[in-house]
């Protein structure tokens, strides 16, 4: 399977190349071993690895002078028509040039990877900057009848002034000034016609494209819950069976490595939510089977809602085609309260305490809500290296109003190795407490005014909340 070498030579170009991973279906960074610290596959020697990439007939795009890639790929280069796409990008990002395979999609791929980059790519083919189409590369969905001469032919008229008209639809070219009485004409065919004539040699003057149906991939955003192999759906194990390439942050496609055997890997960071949602996307436009992988449940603060915020900007039209599914999981909070009884047995609401997204004074304005309404809360992403002080701004909120016994639940990296689960009372959260044994793989359940606990002779605590409320005396 024919994929797009994203070849790095430097740490500092890293952010890059996942900017230009998230826009390509099928595509893996390389990094120069000893040089650059994470990558899909490392490498040691420049010349010889993209030599074998480009005689394999992958693509390419470097991030590094131009200079470099020609002088490397020169000696290769024989068949215009069969080259693969070889682009160069400037090391800050700042140049998108595509080198070669004009026939087979480079110019298409520098605007794309120019505009996730938000800079103009650097085109040169006079087709396609006069025509605003490359009738020379029609769309992965159509393909060109005439020979390449022929068209060559016809694209060099059009150039010099002839008029053109078009019998059919075709988006693709939409940025040709059609006429009504073209001299030259252009005509989409809807599937392979039984007519003889279309197989026989075109004029100059006549070019045919056939539109071909594209397989439609899928994309499955699952939960594979808090860590634990027992916790995951059957549903979920099947979906991950099945897929063709696994998207995700590199820590929960760890998690699932049995799984990982003969699939493509897009492992990334945890803070690259939208450009990890498009990659997926992508590679489902492009037919492949691709899962993307959250922790708990992929609808609670997770991979789900980013996905679906990306494909509501309609960025690719091609995303219409694919089929989208979202596989629950057993999330944080519900793994937690199993592990000490039923905390959650009565109305509860769930917050996360991370101001990465919405200001702290939301936050602090739903805690207080959360109180004023007496109930339970189930607490994400308590604290982190950047933002140690909120837990205990929201105590402070808590404890206005709640017993300082109020039951609270600590749970530590639940279904792994050293997870942890501990049950103290609101007072006893302590900044030396939050600094020493709690994290963003913590989650927090603080009980209502009605959160109970059993105490066993073993030492042994359950906490619940009884389905029953006490009536509100006006």
Same mark, same amino acid.
């Given at each position: ?124 083919? /006079?087709?396609?900057?006069? %025509?605003?189409? #490359? =009738?020379?590369?029609?769309? &992965?969905?159509? !393909?060109? $009848?005439? +020979? ?125 939510? /939208?450009?990890?949602?498009? %990659?997926?996307? #992508? =590679?489902?436009?492009?037919? &492949?089977?691709? !899962?993307? $992988?959250? +922790? ?179």
């Amino acid at each position: 399977m024919k994929y797009t070498a994203i070849v790095v030579l430097t740490e500092s170009s890293l952010a890059i190349a996942r900017q230009i991973q998230a826009v390509i279906p099928n595509s893996q960074i390389y990094g120069l071993k000893h040089r650059v610290s994470s990558a899909d596959i490392f490498y040691e020697r420049f010349g010889d690895t993209l030599k074998q990439i480009f005689t394999e007939g992958n693509g390419i795009v470097g991030i590094c002078a131009a200079g470099i890639l020609i002088r490397t790929l020169a000696p290769l280069l024989s068949d215009k028509r069969a080259e693969p796409t070889v682009l160069a990008i400037a090391a800050d990002g700042s140049a998108v040039v595509p080198l070669l395979g004009g026939l087979n999609g480079a110019n298409e791929l520098a605007n794309q990877i120019g505009k996730a980059l938000s800079v103009k790519a650097a085109i040169t083919t /006079s087709g396609q900057l006069h %025509l605003q189409a #490359n =009738l020379l590369s029609p769309p &992965k969905d159509y !393909v060109l $009848v005439n +020979s390449d001469q022929a068209a060559k032919t016809f694209v060099a008229d059009l150039l010099a002034g002839a008029k053109v008209s078009l019998i059919g639809e075709a988006q693709w070219l939409s940025g040709i000034d059609f006429s009504e009485n073209g001299s030259h004409l252009i005509e989409i065919l809807d599937r392979v016609s039984n007519d003889s004539d279309y197989c026989k040699p075109k004029p100059n003057h006549l070019v045919y494209y056939r539109q071909i149906p594209i397989k439609t991939g899928s994309l499955a955003i699952v939960g594979i819950g808090p860590g634990s192999r027992k916790w995951m759906s059957a549903e979920v194990r099947e979906l991950l069976q099945n897929a063709t390439d696994l998207v995700g942050y590199k820590t929960y496609l760890d998690l699932i490595a049995d799984f990982n055997e003969g699939k493509i890997l897009h492992a990334s960071d945890n803070r690259v939510e /939208s450009d990890r949602a498009k %990659l997926g996307l #992508n =590679l489902a436009a492009a037919g &492949k089977n691709v !899962v993307i $992988v959250s +922790s708990g449940d992929p609808g609670i603060y997770a991979m789900a809602a980013a996905v679906f915020e990306v494909l509501a900007t309609k960025e690719n039209p091609e995303w219409e085609k694919i089929q989208l599914q979202v596989a629950p999981g057993i999330s944080a909070m519900q793994a937690a309260a199993a592990q000490v009884g039923a905390p959650l047995g009565h109305d509860f609401c769930v917050i996360s305490l991370s101001d990465i997204l919405k200001p702290w004074e939301t936050i602090a304005l739903r805690l207080k809500a959360a109180v004023q309404a007496d109930l339970v809360i189930a607490i994400y992403n308590p604290v982190s290296s950047q933002r140690p002080w909120q837990l205990i701004a929201a105590k402070e909120i808590l404890i206005e109003a709640r017993s300082p016994e109020t039951p609270v639940v600590i749970a530590t990296s639940l279904g792994r190795e050293k997870h942890s689960v501990k049950v103290i009372n609101l007072e006893q959260l302590s900044p030396d407490l939050i600094k020493n044994q709690i994290n963003m793989q913590t989650i927090l359940l603080i009980g209502s005014s009605q959160t109970r606990r059993i105490q066993r002779s073993n030492d042994e605590v359950w906490v619940y909340t009884p389905r029953t409320y006490p009536k509100v005396i006006a």
